[in-house]
Structure formats: C-alpha cells, structure tokens
C-alpha cells in the first residue's frame, strides 16, 4: 500500500490488466509527475481519504504511472494535463478520464464508472481518436507553409503582453526561434515577455509556464527539457542582437542546470525541480538561502539531457563558455557511453536493460550529435549515424515514423505517429545530411514533412518548427564547410555568423587546408581563409 495516498497501487504491466479481467473489474491509471504540484495535492486530499481509497482498492485496480518514465502510456491517456485520472476497460481501452479530481468529484467519478460498468462492461470503452485515424493527409511541400505558419504566429501574437496566445502562456522555444528569422520584433517581445516573467531571477532556470494571459499564475516546477530548448533559444536570440539581455538568461540556466539539475553521480542532468512551497517565492534573498531546496527528479532521461545538451552546445559556440562546454561534453559521454547501444537510446538509466527505441528519444539524441560534430568534434557522427539508420530500421512506417514499436501493455500495441517528434527527427535528417553529405537521409526528411503537410494549416504555434524544417528543406540552409579543426579561429567565426538556422561542417575533406566556402542551394561562394574573409562570403551569398 502507498504510504501516502492508501491505495494499493499496482505497477504498468501485464499483470495489472490480467487481475482486472480476472476480477472483471476496470483499471484506474493515475498518470502523475515527480514535478507536478497538483499530483501530490490529489494524493493528500482525495487518494488519502480512507473511504475513497477503500473504494478504489475494492472495485478497480488501481496503476500509477510516472509519465516522464512511461511516455508512450502518457501519450495515450493524456487528459490534458497532470494528474490525469483514467478509467481503463481490462483490454486498455478508455472509459472515461478526467485531470485532477477533489474528494466530492472523485466520489461521483467511482459511482458513475462503476454504474457504467455493470450496465455496459467493455462495450462502454474506445480507443482513442489519435490512435484511430489514418496516417495523416500528406501534401505538397511549398512556401506557402512557412508562411503561413508566420501568418499564424501573427494573428495569435499577444501585443499586451508578449507571446502567443491569451492563456495559458508557454514559453514556446520553437516558435520563439522560427519567428526570430521571420519577424524579429514580434520575436524579440516574446523572448523580453519570457525572460521577465519565467526566469527564476534568484536560482536560474525558467519556470514552465503561467495559467493567466499576462504571464501571472506561475507554475514554477523547472523541467529539463524545457530549460534546455530555451537556453538554445536565447543563445540563438544573442547570436542575432548581440544583446546580454538575451545572453543572461541562458547563461543564468546554464548556472542552474549545471549546479542544481546536474547529478554527479551519473554525470548528466537531472530530470526536474518540483515548484516548493509557494510562499518560499516570495521571500527575501537571505531568507531564501537559508529555505529548503524544493526536491529534484535525480532521473537520467536521455531525451531531456540531449536536449540540455545541444542548448549548451550552442550558447558555447557563441560565446566561448568553458563551462557549457565542460558540462555538455560530460553528459555527451554519458549519453554515449550508457544510453546508446547500436543506434538505440535507451529511455533512461533506469532502464539500461530495455532496448525498446522511442522516436522521441532517436530524433532528439541525433539533434544533440550533429550540433556536438558542428560544434566540438566530428568522430560523433559514428554514432549519429548509427542512431539515424536505427531510427530508420526499427520506426520508420510508410512515409513517417512511430514513436516506437507497435507492442506493448494496453494501448501502446496501437500504432502512434507524433508529429512533434517526426518534425524533430526530419529537421535532425536534414543538417545530418548536409553533415555527412549523405542525400539519403534528406529523402526520409522530405518524405517525413511531406507526410503531414496536408494538414500544415492547422498546426499550432507550439508546431512552428515544421515550418522552419520545410524552409530548410526547400531552400537549402546557409552551410559553412571548413578545412579547419573544431575551436580554430576560423571555426569560432563560422560558428558566430548570424543565422541560426546554418549548419557548420568542420574538417570538410574537399577544401584546401586553413580555408572555408560557404553554400546556399546551388550558390556557393570562392575560398575564405580569415574570418573576415569568411563574414563577407556569408553576406555575399546571402544577398
């Protein structure tokens, strides 16, 4: 039995569905996060109520799944939101599901499903519509996406109060980063709406979002991922103004992340802060630093750490950080060396023996090696390139990708194709393409973007980035290649020239020593061998 909320919760697994066929009886799967305030909330106030746990324990079996150690069951059974509280048929199918629920509606929740139960069984159960639909509308990849995704950034633009939206108000990196070339005030005001409102002014890191349009209503547990994607952000904003008020923020979450995020045991970071007390956000400095720390998620995830990784790879390549440096290459060698084994990431370090490969985890591991070869050291690209093949073997179907084997308890044998991960892997493809010189992998990107571009004009702000690979795709990014070695003066200029979107290839064995060309499409510029040399080949072929 949970000591906390009295109910004797069962673990995800087969044996959980086999004991409520046998007892004839529904599954209640509380979807929870070590980070979610709210979550621990429930279990004080409505799990630890005895007559609702006895309930509970009587009439259901109750599963309790951490999301951010069972992803694909959180994309299945999302209500919205964290906690989410799902009544599931023995087969895994879904019955009802609400978010979070207090004692009263709790207890209407228990009788309404255990009526429906005995008057329906699992006739009352559905599968839902995700993982019922076809494969997305595939189109035509033209301009007309990007900018129509700029025409919607645009219409959706708070101009009181910065960002997109009315509410509630995410930080939104990709939209942050794609409107950054397209319209860079509309950009810039949301990056100043962000960093004002989000950033932890005392510890670092950002806070993961507001519940009310002017940035008010601070939900303040600190994810890893989240703060990874906006130190890459905000690096990339610096790039482009040359302002510290953009570099601040990335280096104060760099100093966050590498300090109270990073687990010394493992050598990588930690998955996530709680929120703390809320009165403890309000005290004074002395105060505070005497205040307990709120409790963090020590769990390695390879997903969130890739992205953490690539976010301080690129605010070094721009600024010459010793310290982003250090940290990221760090964790690269942990995520090498124990979360990669032929190509497949492996979910976490809790689970080094399972060798099931999630689409999330593959496209975000292959963003963070091409930026590390761009960056640091080319002999990465061994593994990237066994990540992409693998990604490709084991997930590619049809034209797209699914987040991960069709097999599994309940829901997860139904087959899900996530067009957020399939935008990060065809964006990944694309620069590891241009990396390798390889065209094979731009062909999956392309027929990646092509497999959803018939819906393109219903994609969200949050979906910015496909637009940005489309641009990409279409266009030809701005490319660097060099006969010169990671960190030479010729390098670091290549690194720093101001667009954010291009892709840097170091040691380039077709180039003459000690000199660089740059590319876009079918333009290409003559040889550069001084970093001002090379800045004016970049105006040149850009204009």
Request: glycine share 8%; hydrophobic share 40%.
């Amino acid at each position: 039995m949970n000591e906390t909320t009295r109910v004797e919760w069962r673990e995800w697994g087969q044996d959980a569905f086999d004991e409520a066929s046998a007892e004839d009886v529904p599954v209640l799967l509380s979807l929870t996060a070590t980070w979610c305030d709210h979550c621990h909330e429930m279990d004080a106030e409505t799990y630890a109520e005895p007559r609702i746990a006895a309930n509970v324990n009587d009439s259901f079996v109750p599963v309790r799944v951490d999301v951010d150690r069972h992803p694909r069951v959180r994309d299945r059974y999302n209500m919205g939101g964290f906690p989410s509280t799902v009544f599931l048929a023995p087969n895994g199918e879904v019955l009802t599901g609400a978010g979070y629920l207090g004692p009263d509606g709790m207890r209407q929740v228990l009788d309404s499903v255990r009526t429906m139960w005995q008057t329906k069984g699992s006739g009352a159960a559905r599968t839902p519509r995700p993982l019922r639909e076809d494969n997305p509308p595939a189109g035509e990849l033209t301009a007309e996406i990007e900018q129509g995704m700029l025409g919607h950034l645009t219409d959706t633009y708070d101009e009181v109060a910065g960002g997109w939206g009315e509410s509630p108000k995410f930080p939104l990196p990709d939209a942050l980063e794609f409107a950054l070339k397209r319209d860079r005030e509309m950009a810039l005001r949301s990056y100043d709406a962000v960093g004002a409102n989000l950033l932890d002014e005392y510890d670092g890191g950002f806070y993961r979002f507001a519940t009310e349009r002017d940035w008010s209503g601070l939900q303040r547990e600190k994810l890893l991922d989240s703060n990874g994607a906006l130190v890459r952000a905000f690096a990339n904003a610096y790039l482009l103004t040359g302002k510290d008020e953009y570099r601040e923020p990335a280096e104060r979450t760099v100093e966050y992340l590498t300090t109270t995020l990073w687990n010394d045991e493992f050598d990588a970071f930690a998955n996530s802060q709680a929120p703390g007390e809320d009165d403890a956000h309000s005290l004074d400095a002395t105060d505070r630093a005497t205040a307990d720390e709120p409790p963090v998620d020590d769990g390695v995830f390879a997903g969130p750490n890739a992205l953490a990784i690539e976010g301080l790879l690129t605010y070094y390549a721009y600024t010459d950080d010793d310290r982003a440096r250090r940290y990221a290459e760090r964790a690269l060698e942990t995520l090498r060396a124990d979360l990669l084994a032929g190509g497949v990431v492996v979910h976490g370090l809790e689970d080094v023996d399972d060798d099931t490969p999630l689409l999330a985890n593959q496209a975000r591991v292959l963003a963070a090696l091409t930026t590390a070869a761009s960056t640091l050291e080319t002999d990465v690209l061994t593994d990237a390139t066994a990540v992409a093949d693998a990604t490709i073997d084991r997930l590619h179907d049809e034209d797209s990708f699914l987040d991960g084997p069709a097999a599994g308890v309940g829901l997860c044998d139904r087959p899900l194709r996530p067009l957020d991960s399939n935008v990060t892997l065809a964006d990944a493809l694309l620069e590891f393409a241009v990396l390798t010189g390889d065209d094979r992998y731009r062909d999956y990107a392309r027929e990646t973007l092509e497999a959803f571009a018939g819906a393109s004009d219903r994609f969200g702000v949050q979906i910015a980035r496909y637009a940005t690979a489309v641009s990409r795709l279409l266009e030809g990014p701005l490319v660097i290649r060099l006969a010169a070695e990671p960190g030479s003066d010729l390098h670091r200029a290549a690194l720093r020239m101001a667009d954010h979107e291009k892709v840097v290839v170091p040691d380039a064995n077709d180039l003459e020593a000690g000199t660089a060309r740059v590319e876009r499409g079918t333009r290409m510029s003559n040889r550069a061998e001084t970093p001002d040399e090379l800045s004016e080949r970049v105006q040149a072929v850009l204009d």
